[in-house]
Nanobody
Framework: QVQLVESGGGLVQPGGSLRLSCAAS????????MSWYRQAPGKERELVAS????????AYADSVKGRFTVSRDNVKNTVYLQMNSLKPEDTAVYYC?????????WGQGTQVTVSS
């Protein structure tokens, strides 16, 4: 059974940091590009960051460049999103996604709220 389980979300003040984790199971993690998406209330889901299977290619949305860092541990089957200098506009549900040709899996999401 395929599972993607996000954790690490919560409430943080502006300027603070959070580290999200996404633990994968039930598929060959090393064959998949892993991505983080987010969806704020009333907005479409948007891509935040992605990392290829061997970490050879990493990409970020312009809105998070220089503040967020995506990484993966292919031994622990886990992908991470380190979020620094958080802003209120980063408030959203954050989802991880595993993708390869003709296959994609989503996690259930974790809430991140940036507020004073």
């Amino acid at each position: 059974q395929v599972q993607l389980v996000e954790s690490g979300g919560g409430l943080v003040q502006p300027g603070g940091s959070l580290r999200l984790s996404c633990a994968a199971s039930g598929f060959t993690f090393t064959s998949y590009t892993m991505s983080w998406y987010r969806q704020a209330p009333g907005k479409e889901r948007e891509l935040v960051a992605s990392i290829t299977s061997n970490s050879g290619s990493i990409a970020y949305a312009d809105s998070v460049k220089g503040r967020f860092t995506v990484s993966r541990d292919n031994v622990k089957n886990t992908v991470y999103l380190q979020m620094n200098s958080l802003k209120p506009e980063d408030t959203a549900v954050y989802y991880c996604k595993a993708v390869r040709t003709l296959r994609a899996y989503w996690g259930q999401g974790t809430q991140v709220t940036v507020s004073s």
